[in-house]
T-cell receptor, first 115, second 114 residues
């Protein structure tokens, strides 16, 4: 079974500061992919960043980067220079390489960026 | 930019009624999914659809649920006899080539069963 755990229901950060959202996962698969999705108040899920498990290098996308610790099954998201528009629910998700894209989601972390 | 569109954005229905939620995936995508999110809870997988058939379904996706791609563009989720606990946000998603590629989500349909 695949499980994704986000232990922080809520986080807040001041604009321009850095924040890290935590995620741990469990899977018996050797081939899998990890994602962070953002869900703003509009409710649409938007991909923030993804990581292939076979890659050791941590993924980065502009202000967003991950700390992928494969042995510890940890996949945290770091947001640098936080902006008001980053306020959203953030979901960590996993998909097995062997399946046709089914995503397993964590419960989400509500991030609030304040001025 | 291509996007997944869902209609309606909000539907209110009486318990026991049938509802059909509609989705138009991105045109060159091959894999389609329905997820639901009960308020305050995690996003849960319902079903995946590929090559005009269900490829995987969760334990939530019982006989009350069905999916269809009737005309090569729309992808629908039907709930035959709605229950109060079906109240949730339902998301459609599509993927171009499967597995590790990005899933594009629609904006969701909020279903309220009264």
């Amino acid at each position: 079974a695949q499980t994704v755990t986000q232990s922080q229901p809520e986080m807040s950060v001041q604009e321009a500061e850095t924040v890290t959202l935590s995620c741990t996962y469990d899977t018996s698969e050797s081939n899998y992919y990890l994602f962070w999705y953002k869900q703003p108040p509009s409710r649409q899920m938007i991909l923030v960043i993804r990581q292939e498990a076979y890659k050791q290098q941590n993924a980065t996308e502009n202000r967003f980067s991950v700390n992928f610790q494969k042995a510890a099954k940890s996949f945290s998201l770091k947001i640098s220079d936080s902006q008001l528009g980053d306020t959203a629910m953030y979901f960590c998700a996993l998909t097995r390489g062997s399946t046709l894209g089914r995503l397993y989601f964590g419960r989400g972390t509500q991030l609030t960026v304040w001025p | 930019e291509p996007e997944v569109t869902q209609t309606p954005s909000h539907q209110v229905t009486q318990m026991g009624q049938e509802v059909i939620l509609r989705c138009v995936p991105i045109s060159n995508h091959l894999y389609f999914y329905w997820y639901r999110q009960i308020l305050g809870q995690k996003v849960e997988f319902l079903v995946s659809f590929y090559n005009n058939e269900i490829s995987e379904k969760s334990e939530i996706f019982d006989d009350q649920f069905s999916v269809e791609r009737p005309d090569g563009s729309n992808f629908t989720l039907k709930i035959r006899s709605t229950k109060l606990e079906d109240s949730a946000m339902y998301f459609c998603a599509s993927i171009k080539t499967g597995g590790n590629t990005e899933a594009f989500f629609g904006q969701g349909t909020r279903l309220t069963v009264v």
